[in-house]
């Protein structure tokens, strides 16, 4: 029986230390529900464990192979630059180990049912119809970063039945916190959530907060609350395995986390695992097909092969 490859965690760093040790916290508890598997984390910057000293920590107790998985939700310059080339240093540092790297985190159905709970907590029984949500991602110079937290805030719209969500970004993106809330009030939103697109505690969150209050004491007649981060729940730490195991089996997907077709999403539950036939389009360039005797040029069919 081959052992299998070790669990190595990539964080982003922080230099808040409440952040930083629910992150050494969430490692130390994914090995205490994996006993025999050998899980190490570390750090790409600001606080330590450096992500080096994590991998030497695994080479230190035999281990060969590992898939690494970061311990983010999106990937931007960290998740596609940083934590590759880091990983590529360790393995000229040590010869003869391997690795796969895993995907990052979000927008898995997972992560939106905490998300979802995190407001039923600040609601209480308010009726969603009257509330709209301001997800707040870290935000970067990376336009695809930038855009999963908008996909994000789609997924976490459809079927829940809020008056709607909204996004802003804490840092590096538009629009900013203030203006993401601007962006509510005048939409018309009579109750607002701020909702942070973060996995715990630190720094970036702290800021959410604070300048969502110093929006509130200026906008008196706005009723506008703050939810909490996403925190280590079961659903991350199952979440975690999930890419580990993805990464070890080479099952690396493209959007099927999010797709209807494989995971039962609010409102299309129906569609869970219905055969995927190419369909055409009203518009396509198809007369033949459907005998709609207007033609139209450039058209083109989707076949979605699952």
Known sequence: MTTPPALLIAGHGTRDDAGAEAFRDFVRELGRRHPGLPVAGG???LSPPPLGEAVTELVEQGVRRFAAVPLMLVSA?????DIPAALAREKERHPGISYTYGRPLGPHPALLSV???RLDEVLGGTDRSEVTVLLVGRGST???ANAEVHKAARLLWEGRGYAGVETAFVSLAAPDVPSGLDRCTALGARRIVVLPYFLFTGILPDRVRRQTE???????????RSADVIGPEPELLDLVMERYE?????DLRMNCD???????????EDKVGLPQQPHFHPDDDDDHHHGHG???HGGHSHSHAH
């Open 214 to 224: 110093e929006w509130a004491a200026a906008h008196p007649a706005a009723d506008v």
């Open 258 to 268: 999010s797709c209807v077709y494989r995971i039962a999403l609010p409102g299309f």
């Open 246 to 250: 993805e990464a070890v089996k080479g």
């Open 43 to 45: 750090f790409i910057e």
């Open 115 to 117: 998300l979802e709970r």
């Open 294 to 296: 207007h033609h139209h």
């Open 142 to 144: 990376d336009p695809d």
């Open 77 to 81: 310059g960290h998740a596609k630059g």
